[in-house]
């Protein structure tokens, strides 16, 4: 069974520009999560999507979003990219909401803005 | 006020022996309790999962968790080399949000 995929793996972008990053869950799983990831803040949760609806949201500005599509591919877009933005974006798919405990993790978008 | 927290280390530990791992978190209401790996540039990979108080073993693994005093751990047993990761602490939350700790580096010494 194939895992999460996402796209791209590596991303350089310049401050001002906005990036859209894909999400492909493993197949049959509903619930996609997204995470930053940076080396001062840890782990931290973005928003999650099931059944193509924002279900969660995380403590981040309105330059990030996302939405998931019928077949629960998933993306995220972050506007207006900021310094502060570089990291690595995590998705990770889940049978259902609040479901945890079937969360598998793809290998994460790095990007890197200058 | 962080909300899960652990210890940074990093934990060191001689190869063979217990590893012990804690997490603290805020949220009285939180009801699930998640133990990840996640090795130097991968992705976290789900090790342990804990909803109710007391212990749950799996193979080399124990989680324990307490919620009277809100504390989350983790033992490894005849820890290996090949468990030299960071262990992050992750709390579903009265909020339904997944909150991640900032994790702990073991390493284990052969």
């Known amino acids: 069974k194939a895992g999460v995929t996402q796209t791209p793996r590596y991303l350089i972008k310049t401050r001002g520009q906005q990036v859209t990053l894909s999400c492909s869950p493993i197949s049959g799983h509903r619930s996609v999560s997204w995470y930053q990831q940076t080396p001062g803040q840890g782990l931290q949760f973005l928003f999650e999507?099931?059944?193509?609806?924002?279900?969660n949201k995380g403590n981040f500005p309105g330059r990030f979003s996302g939405r998931q599509f019928s077949n629960s591919r998933s993306e995220m877009n972050v506007s207006t990219l900021e310094l502060g933005d570089s990291a690595l974006y995590l998705c990770a798919s889940s049978l259902a909401e609040w479901a945890a405990e079937t969360q598998y993790f793809g290998p994460g978008t790095r990007l890197l803005v200058l | 006020q962080k909300e899960v927290e652990q210890n940074s280390g990093p934990l060191s530990v001689p190869e063979g022996a217990i590893a012990s791992l804690n997490c603290t978190y805020s949220?009285?209401?939180?009801?699930?309790f998640f133990w990840y790996r996640q090795y130097s540039g991968k992705s976290p990979e789900l090790i342990m999962f804990?909803?109710?108080?007391g212990d749950k073993e799996d193979g080399r693994f124990t989680a324990q968790l307490n919620k009277a005093s809100q504390y989350v751990s983790l033992l490894i047993r005849d820890s290996q080399p090949s468990d030299s990761a960071t262990y992050l602490c992750a709390v579903l939350g009265s909020n339904y949000k997944l909150t991640f700790g900032k994790g702990t580096l073991l390493t284990v010494n052969p």
């Open positions: 999507y099931f059944s193509e609806t924002q279900r």
């Open positions: 804990i909803y109710s108080n």
């Open positions: 949220d009285r209401g939180s009801q699930s």
